[in-house]
């Protein structure tokens, strides 16, 4: 099977990675060449927020597209399973049997694991080898707010917008369900939406926009720049443009009234099949999340049968304060469950990851003894980087697993399925985590999007 998402990806930074395998030397005060190092004494290590690595954007080079890479013995299989908690899934498991003619609708919401979409996207492109490709589903103008985005969608315009993003210290306009919003400068202007040419033919013949404000959709032209018929749909929350055609790619024009926010668009083939939204932003906490307010009414529309959320790294790199987080939980969960009330939900853990530390030494040096004078010796301040395990992963991980099991919703082990304690140190040594020490490979994400698509489908063989 071909799996060719990206040549390259840009990925913030989530978390930090392994051991403490130093970095680069930094010395604020370095001895003179002639100088002997006599002996050092720790001042102090202190722990790095890590907040512009996180949520910034590194290069991940391209690496091998199979995603058949033989999975490490240091990988936990057997507890590669959905932990129900007492929660039913014989309604997701009757949903997926009758694909061939209602589509299954998943939304994942996450950090920057998911908004640059590779191992959802290949958890999404093996479901639907599987059950079949209702369409590309939810995109977001990533890269029109100044972010990273997937490859295999198209979000542009010609024109001028304001952008926004979910991890912005203040808002300088509504933020949608999807965590970014772009807002158009003039009453008119167009947008052009649609899947990449480089990957699989993936065409669509509806355009759901999700916006607040008025949409008035004034023409539609495809891809080799021919007026295309449509019918527009208005509705409180989106705008659905429905095609005679199949298409790759189309732009929109449209008029509003001023008041006009974009948030995202769902590209449906009116297939069925799966579809698998990804909702993804660099740097997401629990509680950024709940900032929106509205993320639950936002998904609505796309009648999700199970919604997966996988948050907490981030959290790992602030205060440790299990009770908030799980306050941070229980708010987004009922958020959700409110507005999708059918809608099954999986939590998933964060694997073990590693944060920068920064420690202070003092030295003791002496020079070189030079005719007629004495060696001299003076103590100088020596500062290093380097990497350690990030010890607040396993606490936020363990009340995940105790909040699913106290409210009955189904949990992901991830961190387990990875490895557990010591998992950052295999995933680095067997070539499985980015450079950045954060991030995995492309094997690495391959790796995790199988295992989590092996997990959901032993769930929906289990007749339990």
């Given at each position: 099977?071909?799996?060719?998402?990206?040549?390259?990806?840009?990925?913030?930074?989530?978390?930090?990675?392994?051991?403490?395998?130093?970095?680069?030397?930094?010395?604020?005060?370095?001895?003179?060449?002639?100088?002997?190092?006599?002996?050092?004494?720790?001042?102090?290590?202190v722990?790095?927020?890590?907040?512009?690595?996180?949520?910034?954007?590194?290069?991940?080079?391209?690496?091998?597209?199979?995603?058949?890479?033989?999975?490490?013995?240091?990988?936990?299989?057997?507890?590669?399973?959905?932990?129900?908690?007492?929660?039913?899934?014989?309604?997701?498991?009757?949903?997926?049997?009758?694909?061939?003619?209602?589509?299954?609708?998943?939304?994942?919401?996450?950090?920057?694991?998911?908004?640059?979409?590779?191992?959802?996207?290949?958890?999404?492109?093996?479901?639907?080898?599987?059950?079949g490709?209702?369409?590309?589903?939810?995109?977001?103008?990533?890269?029109?707010?100044?972010?990273?985005?997937?490859?295999?969608?198209?979000?542009?315009?010609?024109?001028?917008?304001?952008?926004?993003k979910?991890?912005s210290?203040?808002?300088?306009?509504?933020v949608?369900?999807?965590?970014?919003?772009?807002?158009?400068?003039?009453?008119?202007?167009?947008?052009?939406?649609?899947?990449?040419?480089?990957?699989?033919?993936?065409?669509?013949?509806?355009?759901?926009?999700?916006?607040?404000?008025?949409?008035?959709?004034?023409?539609?032209?495809?891809?080799?720049?021919?007026?295309?018929?449509?019918?527009?749909?208005?509705?409180?929350?989106?705008?659905?443009?429905?095609?005679?055609?199949?298409?790759?790619?189309?732009?929109?024009?449209?008029?509003?009234?001023?008041?006009?926010?974009?948030?995202?668009?769902?590209?449906?083939?009116?297939?069925?099949?799966?579809?698998?939204?990804?909702?993804?932003?660099?740097?997401?906490?629990?509680?950024?999340?709940?900032?929106?307010?509205n993320?639950?009414?936002?998904?609505?529309?796309l009648?999700?049968?199970?919604?997966?959320?996988?948050?907490?790294?981030?959290?790992?790199?602030?205060?440790?304060?299990t009770?908030?987080?799980?306050?941070?939980?229980?708010?987004?969960?009922?958020?959700?469950?409110?507005?999708?009330?059918?809608?099954?939900?999986?939590?998933?853990?964060?694997?073990?990851?590693?944060?920068?530390?920064?420690?202070?030494?003092?030295?003791?040096?002496?020079?070189?003894k030079?005719?007629?004078?004495?060696?001299?010796?003076?103590?100088?301040?020596?500062?290093?980087?380097?990497?350690?395990?990030?010890?607040?992963?396993?606490?936020?991980?363990?009340?995940?697993?105790?909040?699913?099991?106290?409210?009955?919703?189904?949990?992901?082990?991830w961190?387990?399925?990875?490895?557990?304690?010591?998992?950052?140190?295999?995933?680095?040594?067997?070539?499985?985590?980015?450079?950045?020490?954060?991030?995995?490979?492309?094997?690495?994400?391959?790796?995790?999007?199988?295992?989590?698509?092996?997990?959901?489908?032993?769930?929906?063989r289990?007749?339990?």
């Amino acid at each position: 099977m071909r799996l060719n998402y990206f040549r390259y990806i840009l990925l913030p930074i989530t978390a930090a990675v392994l051991s403490a395998t130093p970095l680069k030397a930094q010395t604020s005060s370095q001895p003179d060449e002639d100088e002997e190092v006599m002996g050092e004494e720790v001042v102090s290590d202190v722990e790095e927020d890590d907040r512009d690595i996180r949520e910034n954007m590194v290069v991940i080079p391209d690496e091998a597209d199979d995603i058949d890479i033989p999975v490490p013995t240091f990988i936990k299989k057997n507890a590669n399973r959905i932990i129900y908690n007492g929660a039913d899934w014989s309604k997701l498991r009757k949903a997926f049997t009758a694909s061939a003619t209602d589509p299954v609708s998943i939304v994942h919401i996450g950090d920057s694991h998911v908004q640059a979409d590779y191992s959802t996207g290949i958890t999404r492109e093996l479901l639907q080898y599987d059950f079949g490709n209702a369409g590309r589903g939810l995109i977001s103008p990533l890269k029109m707010s100044g972010t990273n985005e997937p490859r295999d969608y198209i979000f542009q315009s010609r024109g001028s917008w304001i952008p926004n993003k979910l991890m912005s210290t203040s808002w300088r306009q509504t933020v949608g369900f999807t965590g970014t919003s772009i807002r158009p400068t003039t009453s008119t202007g167009e947008l052009t939406v649609g899947t990449s040419e480089r990957e699989d033919y993936n065409p669509f013949s509806s355009v759901t926009i999700f916006h607040s404000g008025r949409l008035s959709v004034n023409g539609v032209t495809n891809g080799a720049g021919e007026k295309v018929r449509f019918r527009a749909i208005p509705s409180r929350d989106y705008t659905q443009i429905v095609l005679p055609t199949q298409e790759t790619s189309v732009t929109i024009d449209f008029a509003s009234a001023g008041d006009l926010t974009v948030f995202g668009a769902s590209l449906s083939g009116n297939r069925p099949g799966v579809y698998y939204h990804a909702i993804g932003n660099n740097g997401a906490a629990y509680e950024t999340y709940n900032r929106i307010g509205n993320v639950g009414v936002g998904i609505n529309p796309l009648q999700p049968n199970l919604v997966i959320i996988s948050l907490g790294t981030n959290e790992a790199f602030g205060r440790l304060d299990t009770r908030a987080f799980a306050r941070s939980i229980d708010q987004l969960v009922k958020n959700i469950r409110t507005s999708n009330p059918e809608a099954l939900i999986l939590l998933t853990t964060p694997m073990e990851c590693q944060r920068s530390v920064t420690t202070t030494k003092k030295v003791k040096v002496r020079g070189k003894k030079r005719k007629g004078r004495r060696a001299r010796t003076r103590t100088v301040n020596r500062t290093t980087r380097s990497y350690a395990v990030n010890k607040n992963i396993a606490p936020l991980r363990q009340t995940i697993l105790d909040y699913g099991k106290d409210n009955g919703i189904a949990v992901y082990d991830w961190y387990e399925v990875a490895g557990g304690s010591g998992a950052s140190s295999s995933w680095i040594s067997n070539g499985l985590f980015a450079k950045d020490r954060v991030h995995h490979s492309r094997n690495g994400y391959n790796l995790e999007g199988r295992l989590i698509y092996e997990a959901i489908m032993d769930a929906l063989r289990d007749n339990r």
